[in-house]
């Protein structure tokens, strides 16, 4: 009796009308599928310190004038200053360069480099959310002599293709670098020793770099009741490019470091990009989802006469819905495994593009997308059977 209820059911059911079925399924399944698992793998481009993809950061600084300079005056940023421009619109943080109030003495080089260098330097600071290097190794401990440094990925360069080549001296890698002790004399109300050790470098930030808690130890130790006024803030934005950051810098008479202008331009852009294709995937899925919708629909459209028929003989209502729920299932898992296997294979391929954009690249699990992919299954199942059962039930009062 199963076999006759099928082969009756089934008369109507057209190959290709499935297959149309099953390919804006699959579309659907594989797009959503592989946007969730893509931006998975790429949320650490976002999030993390060091990538290249957080908001753009800006260095503003004042403008040194003739007569500041004859003056000795400092251009420094007073409190109301940076209130103000905290309060500003394309302000989405403030972070202050804190110098250090003390003279600093290093020496690098020495055991198994082959040269040695002394000369004075400086030191400054900044909150560690505007740094874009790794975090692991940036801590301070009061009672160690031990300090970590972040140096500019510039100042490397310089000395590579600059003054190594010209006096015939060995490049330096920053593995080397980050084993060389650097010997530090601190010198103010008193003098210290310290020993840095450079723990990373940094496109953005064009300083020499340690703890905001060294510095507040040091200045507090070595310069008690210096003042601590930056003259230099680090703003995060947005959008570098937004006109009203131009104009208000011109009219307060700042200057800005923009290094990383164009590299934020463009990480907004892909930003931006990223977003538009997710919401036109999301829309293209939702679509397939209804033509699915829609197929079913007209499959129970072709056997109206015979599921008519098929009650007025006694058959169940639940019975006559059994077999299509069944092929909806089966076609919907087929539709499951396809689009797993073409979110597996599209990650095969944008993978070593992420890996070459952003240094320690780690994929994200595969088990969220398997889990999203599974929902998205039990959801499309059910909302095929009470499409089908509501079709049916309807067949069955037009009788009454």
């Known amino acids: 009796m199963n076999r006759l209820l099928h082969k009756l059911l089934g008369r109507h059911i057209n190959a290709w009308q499935l297959a149309g079925f099953v390919l804006a399924n699959l579309c659907g399944m594989a797009i959503i599928l592989t946007a969730v698992q893509f931006f998975s793998d790429l949320k650490p481009l976002f999030s993390s310190s060091d990538s290249f993809m957080q908001p753009g950061h800006i260095v503003i600084t004042k403008r040194v004038s003739s007569l500041g300079t004859l003056t000795g005056s400092s251009p ?14 394309f302000t989405r943080r403030l972070g202050r360069y804190t110098p250090a109030q003390f003279s600093v003495f290093a020496t690098i080089g020495g055991g198994n480099l082959p040269m040695q260098f002394s000369t004075d330097m400086f030191l400054e600071a900044v909150p560690d959310e505007f740094l ?8 301070y401990d009061p009672d160690s002599y031990d300090v970590p440094i972040i140096l500019p990925r510039a100042y490397l360069n310089l000395y590579n293709f600059g003054f190594a080549s010209s006096q015939g001296l060995p490049t330096i890698s920053e593995e080397i670098a980050g084993a060389v002790a ?15 050790h450079v723990v990373a470098f940094s496109r953005r930030l064009n300083t020499i770099l340690v703890p905001q808690a060294f510095i507040d130890d040091m200045n507090s130790r070595l310069a008690p009741g210096a003042s601590t006024q930056p003259s230099r803030l680090i703003l995060q934005v947005d959008n570098p490019a937004d006109e009203r950051i131009a104009a208000y810098l011109d009219r307060y008479g700042y200057d800005t470091e923009a290094a ?9 852009l892909m930003r931006i990009i990223t977003t538009v294709v997710l919401v036109v995937g999301l829309i293209i899925a939702v679509l397939s989802f209804y033509v699915l919708l829609l197929s079913i629909f007209l499959i ?10 098929l009650l007025l003989i006694g058959y169940t209502p ?9 092929l909806t299932v089966v076609l919907n898992l087929l539709v499951l495994a396809a689009a797993i296997a073409v979110t ?3 990650r095969r391929c944008y993978l070593p593009l992420l890996g070459d954009l952003y240094d320690g690249f780690q994929p994200a699990a595969f088990l969220p997308t398997l889990l999203v992919g599974a929902a998205i299954f039990v959801l499309v199942t059910v909302l095929n059977y ?8 309807l067949i069955w009062h037009m009788h009454e």
């Open 260 to 268: 990383d202008a164009d590299a934020s331009r463009a990480a907004s």
């Open 300 to 309: 129970l459209q072709k056997n109206t006469e015979t599921v008519d028929n």
């Open 386 to 393: 009470i499409a089908i059962a509501r079709k049916v039930s």
């Open 132 to 139: 874009d290097t790794n975090l692991d190794d940036w801590t």
């Open 344 to 346: 597996i294979i599209a």
């Open 182 to 196: 650097v010997n530090l004399r601190l010198r103010g109300v008193t003098t210290l020793l310290k020993t840095g």
């Open 76 to 89: 420094t940023f007073s409190e109301k200053e940076i209130k103000r421009l905290e309060e500003q619109p």
């Open 318 to 326: 639940r019975s006559i819905v059994w077999p299509f729920l069944v």
